[in-house]
């Protein structure tokens, strides 16, 4: 059973690698699908990813939860990875509930998973406070 998950994922924290074992936990193999730097810059402006894509692409496909990374830079490549892999479920963090979700009816379920208090923007702020 395959498992996908996106986002970011640029200063990996607590809360992604308790999503991202969670995630991994509900199949056999789990695809991580994370933005490009060129739409993480348009995401989320011009001062962002603080880490380039191989350099997250190479933390996340270290764990021992992740056993597929792969880039997208648009919701057109995103959906085509996700009709290449098929996934049976896909996890997305439970601030997606009620909204729309890129991939949604390709997959047969979507799990939401409980955001927790971590935050990478808060990270990169208390950073700059100091």
Known sequence: MTI???GTF???????IEMLEYAKSLGDQLLVCI?????VTKLKGPTRPIN???DRAFVLQSLKCVDIVKFFDSTEELIE???MYKPDIMVKGSDYIGK?????SLCKEI?????TEHSTTEIIQRIIDR
């Open 4 to 6: 996908v998950v996106n």
């Open 10 to 16: 640029d200063i990996l924290h607590r809360g992604h």
């Open 35 to 39: 933005d490009t730097d060129r739409r």
């Open 52 to 54: 380039n894509q191989q």
């Open 81 to 83: 990875i996700i009709e």
């Open 100 to 104: 729309p979700i890129v991939g949604e």
């Open 111 to 115: 799990k939401f998973y409980d955001r």
